[in-house]
């Protein structure tokens, strides 16, 4: 027998050693997993409401991707982009049919969310203008240049002067949006919900104004939809809720269900030919494997209707926890299964500590919001799980220590 957790504390050990330390100490060493559930190399075992981050879409081990992506690593991996692929060009012209994006539209893939921030930024420079707006809170990722457009200065500023012309305005204010966007601008960039921020929802009336504002400028609106994509929020795509068509979409966490996989959607003739031949491009981005991997992910939401659950889900969620009428709680924000739940006062780190000890993963995503961003395929019983221990810990999480 071995003690309890002697196998995880040896491997962070080890990890201390050896891994780079930007992202602090790992919680937990994870060693497989089922649906919305994973175990530990101890064998404990929790429930998975953080999906990798928005990113396992399928939860874990789900069949369908199991079986496409050994399908494909026995037939090609990768080919290089002196070549494509089937899966490339099926998994293109899906994303383009459920982006319902008008003819003359196309699609360059690549490995990460900030690959596909920057292949948006290389064409918004393409329209000969160097200005953008992007907003207060926003989060592009960590290269430099969707750094530049990422608002937290803890972030940034170690790494200035990173590229000219990036103005932040204040998330969600549509006069101070109107004000800035001028002949200069070469594009708005927006989340349609702010992840990283703390799961900050735009009122389809602001992405609607950033519409107009784009267009009547000769701006370009670039929606970045690493985190919302794919079906996080209820339909294919954020945008759809917001009545809006954008310039470009940037997609890829939820995309491969895990499979590093990125993609820069371009709408319309005009705004795709702004990236040509030797302007762009990537190694690895659309590869066959990966590809697979989208179409996967992409069926199965479709077969298993996972967007209405993700409403329905999101929807029960939000009523099961304000039902509870506890006082540290005091909203549920978000959209689909995208979910921050807010406290009344910065507790979301001592939640998320005692939630993982009872065997919940969920994430501070700021310190006063617990954010769920669940496998699309968690049930409601599973949630409900969350929502009974959620009074528990947010009463030992808000008990001051004795002092004696
Ligand atoms: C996570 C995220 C990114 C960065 O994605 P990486 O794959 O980590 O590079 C960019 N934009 C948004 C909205 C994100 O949530």
């Not at 996972?306 to 926890?321: C, M, W």
Request: charged fraction near 15%; aromatic fraction near 6%; charge should be negative.
């Amino acid at each position: 027998m071995t003690e309890p957790l002697q196998a995880s504390a040896a491997w962070l050990e080890r990890y201390d050693r050896s891994l780079l330390g930007v992202f602090g100490r790992p919680q937990l060493v994870l060693e497989h997993g089922n649906g919305a559930w994973v175990w530990d190399v101890d064998g404990r075992r929790f429930l998975d409401l953080v999906g990798g981050i928005a990113v396992n879409a399928l939860g874990h081990n789900h069949p369908a991707l199991v079986a496409a992506v050994s399908k494909q690593a026995g037939q090609l991996v990768h080919v290089s982009n002196f070549f494509t692929s089937v899966p490339q060009v099926e998994l293109a012209e899906r994303l383009l049919s459920l982006a319902a994006a008008p003819e003359g539209s196309a699609v360059f893939f690549c490995n990460s969310g900030a690959e596909a921030v920057e292949a948006g930024i290389k064409l918004a420079r393409r329209t000969g203008r160097t200005g953008i707006l992007a907003a207060e809170g926003a989060f592009h990722g960590r290269t430099t240049g969707a750094l530049a457009l990422t608002h937290k200065p803890a972030y940034r500023e170690p790494f200035e002067p990173l590229i000219p012309g990036v103005t932040h305005v204040p998330w969600g204010d549509a006069d101070a949006l109107r004000a800035a966007v001028t002949e200069e601008t070469s594009a708005v960039v927006l989340e349609p919900v702010q992840g990283e921020a703390g799961v900050r929802r735009g009122d389809p009336a602001y992405l609607q104004v950033a519409r107009e504002v784009t267009a009547a400028a000769g701006a370009l609106l670039l929606l970045d939809e690493v985190q919302t994509g794919v079906g996080r929020t209820g339909s294919w795509f954020a945008f759809q809720q917001a009545g809006v068509v954008p310039d470009a979409v940037t997609l890829a966490k939820g995309l491969g269900g895990g499979v590093p996989i990125g993609a820069l959607v371009t709408f319309g003739p005009q705004v795709s030919r702004l990236l040509g031949p030797g302007q762009h491009g990537s190694t690895f981005g659309g590869n066959p494997l990966a590809c697979a991997a989208g179409l996967a992910v992409l069926d199965t939401i479709d077969a298993e209707g996972l967007l209405e659950h993700a409403r329905q889900a999101g929807e029960h969620l939000e009523r099961r926890v304000l039902g509870l009428g506890h006082p540290e709680v005091t909203g549920v924000r978000g959209a689909g299964l995208l979910r921050a739940i807010t406290l009344a006062g910065d507790h979301a780190p001592a939640v998320v500590a005692l939630a993982r000890d009872a065997g919940f993963l969920v994430n501070a995503v700021a310190p006063d919001a617990v954010r769920l961003a669940p496998p699309l395929v968690v049930t409601t019983e599973q949630l409900d799980l969350f929502v009974d221990a959620l009074p528990g810990l947010l009463d030992a999480a808000t008990t001051p220590e004795d002092p004696s």
